[in-house]
């Protein structure tokens, strides 16, 4: 299994982001697929899951203002990033079936 993360950057405060992660050597028809984020001197946390049905969870501190989504037709895993904070500036890893992680990608978000 691979994960390719992309779409991170640099971004002023109040602005948006689009994640993406491609996955291959997997049926991502049928996987979980998850973003965390690691803060410089935080442990790594989960911000969003969704799992095959679509459904999905997030942490308390990004909803209503990230979404994840997925297009299984392209094996690909989004996150929608809105009304971004300097506490979002992480980097961002995707996650599948809870066991394989994804290289990440860096979010940085100025004041």
């Known amino acids: 299994v691979q994960l390719q993360a992309s779409g991170g950057g640099l971004v002023q405060a109040g602005g948006s982001l689009k994640l993406s992660c491609v996955a291959s050597?997997?049926?991502?028809?049928?996987?979980?697929m998850g973003w965390y984020r690691q803060a410089p001197g935080k442990q790594r946390e989960l911000v969003a899951l969704i799992d095959f049905r679509g459904s999905t969870n997030y942490v308390d501190s990004v909803k209503g203002r990230f979404t994840i989504s997925r297009d299984n037709r392209k094996n690909t895993v989004y996150l929608q990033m809105t009304k971004l904070e300097p506490e979002d500036t992480a980097v961002y890893y995707c996650?599948?079936?809870?066991?394989?992680w994804g290289q990440g990608t860096v979010v940085t978000v100025s004041s």
């Open positions: 050597g997997s049926d991502f028809r049928r996987d979980a």
């Open positions: 996650r599948l079936n809870f066991r394989h």
